[in-house]
């Protein structure tokens, strides 16, 4: 036998190896996604955002377009669901996908989730990790379809990308700072320990989602700011610092301040220690509901589409709660009770939460929880009972809900208990929002 031919005896041989391996190390079954992997997915982002430490309102925006995107991907061949496009402001048809191509949509949809969330959080190479490994295996399982899946995916993306980026939110990042006016009392003043400056005082200018305007659902004003010991106001304010005494002195007994540290939902809490100041990193309120939403989608074992749809439309309700809540907390500008309790009451009190820094009125919890239980009870029904253990990787206990609209009620009256919020502020404000979660609801309608 000659040499050449010897080679290319080797040569065949080699190749046949090399393609046996691969065959027995892809495969042409379709790729399984779950639901579990699309909780997985938002958990992640969630859990990024504690450590970037972003604030309530932009954590929102973070949570709703990789969920758009998502949804708008699973949505073209599911018969119970239809497109948000031209019900969301200012959002077109996604481009369609090819059936021509072995595009597995669910796969499709939790890449586009990852890309998105990608774009909008500080520490991308966290999800680069996560990616990176998922694509290596879903490629390796079936090349030919993840190929496919994530080409339509990044097409979709670059769509929701190029929609998202006229939302104004780049524009405010550069607006001025808000000035705090030392002149007026009622008007909001920084808060110890950190006396940060307000944030998002240009909020109301985010492009709202589903509402017509920032002010659609405007609350009514305050009561009318007056140290007059037989006013509305003070009564309040006396309100906020009697209730903390009490339960103060209950300690480790008191369901008030349990209530209160379950709901705290504050990622701005900041520690001192002799001469340093850090932060100790929480969810926000938004991701509380968020995690709610991963309970109630176990619970009724929803399949992927159902997990994507419950999803989406909290988030739109949270978004849009933030825009409405923040348009008119600097309207009303309101002092924090901590302020005047420590300059008309007692100089050395200190509410139970630490109180956050934005104008009081009104209550962002309250506003967030009113619209995000709303439309949690429309998708799963009322009186859907939960035991919500979102906060348990704080160190924090379950605690048993019978309903979403009491799970809101508990949110809201929590920031009465923490000392940070007068009573006005959350009960207007949970109305305010389920305003708000019951016209996303009805406007949600047409897409069911």
């Not at 938002?42 to 309530?56: G, N, R």
Request: glycine content about 4%.
């Amino acid at each position: 036998m000659s040499n050449l031919l010897k080679n290319v005896l080797k040569t065949v041989k080699f190749v046949f190896v090399i393609a046996v391996f691969y065959s027995c190390n892809t495969s042409n079954e379709p790729i399984n996604i779950s639901a579990e992997d699309y909780h997985a997915s938002v958990d992640q982002v969630s859990q990024i955002m504690i450590h970037d430490i972003f604030s309530p309102p932009v954590a929102s925006r973070v949570f709703a377009y990789p969920n758009i995107a998502a949804y708008e991907i699973m949505v073209q061949e599911d018969s119970v669901y239809s497109s948000l496009a031209n019900t969301v402001t200012g959002l077109k048809a996604i481009p369609k996908a090819n059936s021509d191509v072995p595009i597995n949509l669910k796969l499709s949809a939790l890449i586009a989730h990852m890309e998105i969330s990608k774009m909008l959080v500080f520490s991308e190479d966290k999800i680069d990790i996560v990616k990176d490994s998922l694509f290596a295996k879903w490629e390796n399982s079936n090349k030919k379809e993840f190929l496919a899946s994530k080409n339509y995916a990044s097409e979709v993306v670059k769509h929701v990308k190029s929609w998202m980026d006229k939302d104004n939110y780049s524009q405010t990042r550069t607006m001025e700072k808000f000035t705090v006016d030392t002149d007026d009392p009622s008007r909001w003043q920084p808060t110890p320990p950190a006396y940060m400056e307000g944030i998002e005082p240009h909020w109301n200018k985010i492009r709202p989602f589903l509402l017509e305007t920032a002010d659609q659902f405007k609350p009514i004003p305050p009561p009318k700011f007056s140290l007059d010991k037989d006013s509305d106001f003070y009564k309040e304010l006396l309100e906020v610092y009697t209730i903390s005494e009490e339960i103060t002195k209950e300690g480790d007994t008191s369901e008030e301040i349990a209530i209160a540290q379950f709901w705290d939902c504050n990622p701005f809490v900041s520690v001192t220690r002799g001469h340093f100041m850090f932060a100790t990193k929480k969810i926000s309120p938004g991701a509380h509901w968020i995690g709610i939403v991963k309970i109630a989608a176990r619970k009724t074992d929803a399949n992927f589409m159902e997990t994507v749809n419950a999803y989406t439309k909290t988030s739109l309700a949270i978004a849009d709660a933030f825009i409405s809540c923040w348009d008119e907390k600097y309207r009303s500008n309101l002092i924090r009770p901590e302020t005047l309790i420590n300059q008309n009451i007692d100089p050395d009190w200190v509410p139970i939460l630490q109180t956050p820094p934005f104008p009081e009125y009104t209550s962002g919890h309250s506003v967030v929880s009113g619209a995000a239980s709303t439309v949690l009870t429309s998708i799963f029904g009322d009186n859907f009972a939960f035991d919500d253990d979102t906060e348990v990787p704080f160190g924090l206990p379950i605690r048993s809900f019978d309903s979403f609209a009491d799970a809101a009620d508990e949110a809201a009256i929590s920031r009465m208990y923490g000392g940070i919020h007068y009573r006005a502020a959350v009960e207007v404000g949970v109305e305010q929002g389920r305003n708000v979660g019951s016209y996303i609801t009805q406007k949600l309608a047409v897409t069911n």
